[in-house]
């Protein structure tokens, strides 16, 4: 759910934005302003003020910007909404791929610092908060399921584990995770592609086993348990962390931030 205080700005947005039609001049007038959201975005939450006002402002002038363009006649004047037919399937190949390459290249981009040091200070913060005891990680084995760019796999290594796999779907984020690894002379860490929906491991293999943000990437997340469940060693600690439906201001925003890609996404098909 929508953040409710942005809700109604956030709708004249959206209906502003279908209003400009399917041009071509349409979809670069709506491309042109999700850089400009995004920064706000990050802007307004990277600072200590109450982000929710100036967002508002924000939606209000973009929407005035969408209602003025389209008086303009430069898009498409008195347009009708977007043509249902024209948008179909957002992905034309399996969701695996789209989200392992989005996340490969979004991973591979980490910085340094990000990589070897925020992540392992992050996990122990987590591990912390969660009152979980990994005194005997020297003798523990630890599956990172779904690993993207291995910061988690080489977080545990960090934090003393015996040993670390990190797997995922993606070929890019392993690629990079590899280069990282034996740049920095890890040992005892490696890289599978693999899907968690069918894991090359026997039974009770792991003594840890830790997904973040994984499952609700695929196609099914009780298939993705059970296979986590079926390597983990009986007694041994299992990290599972999914989003879903997380609402509030951020989520709301790039739920908004989604629906003009879409429409950008569907005019562009229109306009071939
Ligand atoms: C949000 S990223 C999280 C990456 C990593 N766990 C982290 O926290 O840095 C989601 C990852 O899940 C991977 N993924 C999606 N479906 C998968 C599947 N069926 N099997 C293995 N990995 C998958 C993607 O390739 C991507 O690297």
Redesign the pocket.
Known sequence: MIEPSIEVSSKALLDASNRLGSKRLASFTRACVIPLIFDSMERAFGTDKEPVGEINSLLELLADYFNSAGRSGICEPGAASIPAEIGGSEFSEPV?NV??NH??RL?SAFSTESFWQETVHLLKTRLDRNGIDITNIGQMKVL??????G??TVAWRQLGAKAAVG????SI?LESARKRVTDNNLADIEFQI????ELPFPDNSFEIVF????LH??VDWKA?ISELVRVLKPGGLGWLYLIENPGGLFWGLIDVLRELMRMRIRNSRACR
């Open positions: 695996e989200t392992g996340y490969g991973f990172d399921a779904g690993c993207g760019g910061r988690y797997v995922d779907i993606s984020g693999a899907s968690v929906l997904s973040n943000g994984v990437h695929t993705g």
